[in-house]
């Protein structure tokens, strides 16, 4: 299947600090993308839509100016959170559809997932 | 996005057939079928998806009811490996998944 990487894979920061996750889909383009985070013991709830080209679309209750969204190429968006609490500590998940050669999506890839911990 | 129901645990014995059910009643007509599975602490892994017809691939099988109200995925030979969390999702190409509490599949020796 497409593959879907993230960088890092863990990253502990402190109170305060921004932090940036990257998304990559390796072997596709995607003009979407999508921001997921998973807290412990729970299912994963969609943060945000990420546009190519445009600005990403947050789910109800996501602060757009905490976790900023860039997805500035058909293979790349990233996630900022900024001034990251305690309480951002969680597992974030990126994921993309591939398309057929007539631009009908067909599958969605998950990346692997970054653990964020914030001390 | 419709939504789904799918028991929260299941146990299957290791070589044994592992089958997962999934209601979906009010799926609609373009929505397909997709299952995922996540081993704890790693993103979800696509494992196969369908719209009307049965699917298999080198993973599983999708059996989808002629309602499309309910499917199924089986694995044919369950192995401790396949010891995750499946989700069955029902959605329209291209929008987001909606994951719900998905099953919990235990595979014991």
């Known amino acids: 299947g497409a593959v879907v990487s993230q960088h890092p894979s863990r990253v502990i920061c402190k109170s305060g600090t921004s932090v940036k996750i990257e998304c990559r889909s390796l072997?596709?383009?995607?003009?979407?993308m999508f921001w997921y985070r998973q807290f412990p013991k729970q299912s994963l709830m969609l943060m945000a839509t990420s546009n190519e080209g445009s600005k990403a679309t947050y789910e109800q209750g996501v602060e757009k100016d905490k976790f900023l969204i860039n997805h500035a190429s058909l293979t790349l968006s990233t996630l900022t959170v900024t001034s990251a609490h305690p309480e951002d500590s969680s597992f974030y998940i990126c994921?993309?559809?591939?398309?057929?050669?007539?631009?009908?999506?067909?599958?969605?890839?998950f990346g692997p997932g970054t653990r964020l911990l914030v001390l | 996005d419709a939504k789904t129901t799918q028991p929260p645990s299941m146990d299957c014995a290791e070589g044994r057939a592992a089958n997962l059910p999934c209601n979906h009643s009010t799926i609609s007509g373009n929505e397909y079928v997709y299952w995922y599975r996540q081993i704890h602490s790693q993103g979800p892994q696509y494992i196969i998806h369908g719209l009307k017809n049965n699917e298999t691939n080198e993973m599983a099988s999708l059996i989808i009811t002629e309602d499309r109200k309910s499917s199924t995925l089986i694995l044919p030979h369950a192995t401790l490996r396949d010891t995750a969390v499946y989700y069955c999702i029902v959605s329209s190409p291209g929008n987001m998944l909606t994951f719900g509490g998905g099953t919990r599949l235990m595979v014991k020796p």
């Open positions: 072997d596709f383009q995607a003009t979407t």
């Open positions: 994921s993309a559809w591939t398309s057929n050669v007539v631009g009908v999506r067909e599958t969605q890839y």
